[in-house]
């Protein structure tokens, strides 16, 4: 009775419904105005964090006005035509942080993103395998040398794009032996000229410019101060000191051209230019470069961040001091056993190999040929000496 009693009470249990874990209170419209105006325009937050926000705003007015698990799923779903896993998440995590700062600010309850799982983004590297032989092909569909500067900074120094074009004629230090390459400052938005923050505090660095890539930078700075056209169709003149003043057309028309050359080099979407990124990235780790080295070369928070995004393109390294003093000590003078001796291998069990003897070796003469020494040659060419002497083969000496 008492079993039966205890089952009775599961015969009534049902699934909790999609509606129960909706949101309440203020439309995520209504709600996502109320969370920029007093969380995130406060003074000291990022810019980039606010304009990644704002278009996690855009594309969240796809959702209803209370939406549940099941809606976000459905609208993250929508988002992998347009962006990626990374992407994606992101924008869920902007969705999932509106609810909880409502909640902070009793305007809502529940928080639908939060209850869907996170998508966890694995790197994809892209590097060029054959770079020895597409560097050269890649250089020919430069149409100056600045383009390819442009490129010499990616694939020597790891720059990212927008790195790259942030870049003034003042971040080359030309002065002293070595040439530096300061990177402090980024431009995201290539149709835009101005400057913004570094991606993190890891991304500022002071790079060595190596002896391709100041072949390259060379001719560009002395060219000095490029020209670009900026207004209403182009047509007023601006001298600017960026070392790149490229817009997205011009980028977009240059990658066209390097597919052209290089079909399998650069993968399609945003992450094109980090193949040269990549590239270098993996020729560090075949130089027995660490993942520390890396990071800092490529400007990571985190060495962790270097060993997720390259482990497996190249695999895990091991340092060789791992395998040491596991083999036995080698004698000097004296082969290890079983090892291969000049003229061909020996057995295991064979024991030293025979003392050789200094003589030279005998002269080899053909068939029916009679070896005389040089002694007994010389005799015979004093008593007859019209007569032909065969070859002579040297008189062995006598060992002590």
């Known amino acids: 009775m008492g079993r039966r009693a205890s089952v009775v009470p599961l015969l009534g249990w049902r699934p909790a419904g999609a509606a129960e874990h909706a949101a309440k209170g203020l439309p995520l419209g209504e709600l996502w105005e109320a969370v920029t105006r007093y969380v995130w325009n406060r003074p000291g937050v990022p810019r980039k964090s606010a304009a990644n926000r704002r278009r996690s705003g855009e594309l969240a007015r796809a959702l209803p006005d209370?939406?549940?698990?099941?809606?976000?799923?459905?609208?993250?779903?929508?988002?992998?035509?347009?962006?990626?896993?990374?992407?994606?998440?992101?924008?869920?995590?902007?969705?999932?942080?509106?609810?909880?700062?409502?909640?902070?600010?009793?305007?809502?309850?529940?928080?639908?993103?939060?209850?869907?799982?996170?998508?966890?983004?694995?790197?994809?590297?892209?590097?060029?395998?054959?770079?020895?032989?597409?560097?050269?092909?890649?250089?020919?569909?430069?149409?100056?040398?600045?383009?390819?500067?442009?490129?010499?900074?990616?694939?020597?120094?790891?720059?990212?794009?927008?790195?790259?074009?942030?870049?003034?004629?003042?971040?080359?230090?030309?002065?002293?032996?070595?040439?530096?390459?300061?990177?402090?400052?980024?431009?995201?938005?290539?149709?835009?000229?101005?400057?913004?923050?570094?991606?993190s505090p890891a991304a500022c660095r002071e790079l060595p410019v190596r002896a391709p890539l100041r072949e390259l930078l060379a001719p560009v700075l002395a060219a000095g101060r490029p020209t670009v056209r900026v207004g209403m169709g182009g047509g007023d003149l601006l001298t600017v000191s960026l070392l790149f003043p490229y817009r997205e057309q011009d980028l977009k028309d240059l990658i066209d051209r390097l597919r052209e050359r290089a079909p399998l080099s650069f993968p399609a979407g945003k992450k094109a230019w980090h193949a040269l990124r990549d590239t270098l990235a993996v020729e560090m780790r075949r130089q027995g470069k660490t993942f520390s080295e890396a990071a800092e070369v490529l400007g990571h928070s985190s060495e962790y961040v270097t060993r997720t995004s390259y482990m497996g393109v190249h695999g895990v390294a091991v340092h060789?001091?791992?395998?040491?003093?596991?083999?036995?000590?080698?004698?000097?003078?004296?082969?290890?056993?079983?090892?291969?001796?000049?003229?061909?291998?020996?057995?295991?069990?064979?024991?030293?190999?025979?003392?050789?003897?200094?003589?030279?070796?005998?002269?080899?003469?053909?068939?029916?040929?009679?070896?005389?020494?040089?002694?007994?040659?010389?005799?015979?060419?004093?008593?007859?000496?019209?007569?032909?002497?065969?070859?002579?083969?040297?008189?062995?000496?006598?060992?002590?």
């Open 66 to 199: 209370h939406p549940t698990p099941a809606d976000v799923v459905a609208w993250m779903c929508s988002l992998d035509s347009q962006f990626g896993p990374g992407t994606v998440e992101n924008h869920r995590k902007a969705v999932m942080a509106v609810y909880r700062y409502g909640a902070d600010l009793g305007l809502s309850s529940g928080n639908p993103a939060a209850l869907v799982p996170a998508r966890r983004s694995q790197p994809d590297p892209r590097p060029i395998v054959n770079i020895a032989e597409v560097w050269p092909l890649l250089l020919d569909a430069c149409r100056d040398g600045r383009e390819a500067a442009f490129l010499g900074v990616m694939r020597y120094a790891g720059l990212r794009r927008g790195e790259a074009l942030g870049l003034d004629l003042d971040d080359v230090v030309t002065s002293g032996r070595d040439w530096r390459l300061n990177v402090v400052r980024q431009r995201p938005d290539p149709n835009r000229l101005g400057h913004t923050p570094p991606k």
């Open 320 to 400: 060789p001091s791992t395998l040491s003093g596991l083999d036995p000590p080698v004698r000097r003078g004296r082969a290890p056993p079983g090892a291969a001796q000049k003229g061909g291998a020996r057995p295991v069990n064979a024991g030293p190999a025979p003392r050789r003897s200094r003589q030279s070796s005998p002269t080899i003469t053909k068939e029916n040929t009679t070896c005389i020494t040089p002694s007994q040659k010389r005799a015979i060419q004093r008593a007859l000496p019209g007569l032909s002497v065969g070859p002579v083969v040297a008189k062995p000496r006598r060992r002590p």
